[in-house]
T-cell receptor, first 111, second 113 residues
Framework: GEDVEQSLFLSVREGDSSVINCTYT??????LYWYKQEPGAGLQLLTY?????DMKQDQRLTVLLNKKDKHLSLRIADTQTGDSAIYFC???????????FGAGTQVVVTP | KAGVTQTPRYLIKTRGQQVTLSCSPI?????VSWYQQTPGQGLQFLFE???????NKGNFPGRFSGRQFSNSRSEMNVSTLELGDSALYLC????????????FGPGTRLTVL
């Protein structure tokens, strides 16, 4: 995932908003994705955004895309302890199935 | 609808052995991708199969191979195991439809001793 960059760690208080940032490099990526991984589990698809959109909201999740700066962010409103996990952003640089992942952001929610 | 299943969930092998991992995609999904996850390298793409054909391959040595059957189930094989092959191997399936969203299985944890 060397072409997708994320900060490695985020600590947030329960009830606050979390914002996870990601930068990607391939401007041809059509879709960008956010996945969540809990300990010992696989990846859970949270949401995705089409590259011609600026924003997508899905319940507590808001994705913002700045295509000019190749910057993607995921905002989690009213963060809960169950949101503690590693969050990965991913791009799909071509029409085939390959996803390019960032290194993941460890989110720790404190009471 | 049942999710992606992977078997076995855990595996311990010794150097030099070979291993076969299995993945059953979500019903109706024809694309299966494999990824290797390690603490050092993160998530890396291995290969993708669609309708029994490999249509994309990552930068892994030839010891890593795969195949897909007519029912879309997929297997990956690693021969002559090395210590560095210890990883979580994740399989993802996709309908190749809108957004081509990939759904992941729980993974197979391979430990090479």
């Amino acid at each position: 995932g060397e072409d997708v960059e994320q900060s490695l760690f985020l600590s947030v208080r329960e009830g606050d908003s979390s914002v996870i940032n990601c930068t990607y490099t391939d401007s041809s990526s059509t879709y960008l994705y956010w996945y969540k991984q809990e300990p010992g589990a696989g990846l859970q698809l949270l949401t995705y955004i089409f590259s011609n959109m600026d924003m997508k909201q899905d319940q507590r999740l808001t994705v913002l895309l700045n295509k000019k700066d190749k910057h993607l962010s995921l905002r989690i409103a009213d963060t809960q302890t169950g949101d503690s996990a590693i969050y990965f952003c991913a791009e799909k640089p071509d029409s085939w199935g390959k996803l390019q992942f960032g290194a993941g952001t460890q989110v720790v929610v404190t009471p | 609808k049942a999710g992606v299943t992977q078997t076995p969930r855990y595996l311990i092998k010794t150097r030099g052995q070979q291993v076969t991992l299995s993945c059953s995609p979500i019903s109706g999904h024809r694309s299966v991708s494999w990824y290797q996850q390690t603490p050092g390298q993160g998530l890396q793409f291995l290969f993708e199969y669609f309708s029994e054909t490999q249509r994309n391959k990552g930068n892994f040595p030839g010891r890593f191979s795969g195949r897909q059957f007519s029912n879309s189930r997929s297997e990956m094989n690693v021969s002559t195991l090395e210590l560095g092959d210890s990883a979580l191997y994740l399989c993802a399936s996709s309908s190749a439809g809108v957004a081509d969203t990939q759904y992941f299985g729980p993974g197979t944890r391979l430990t090479v001793l």
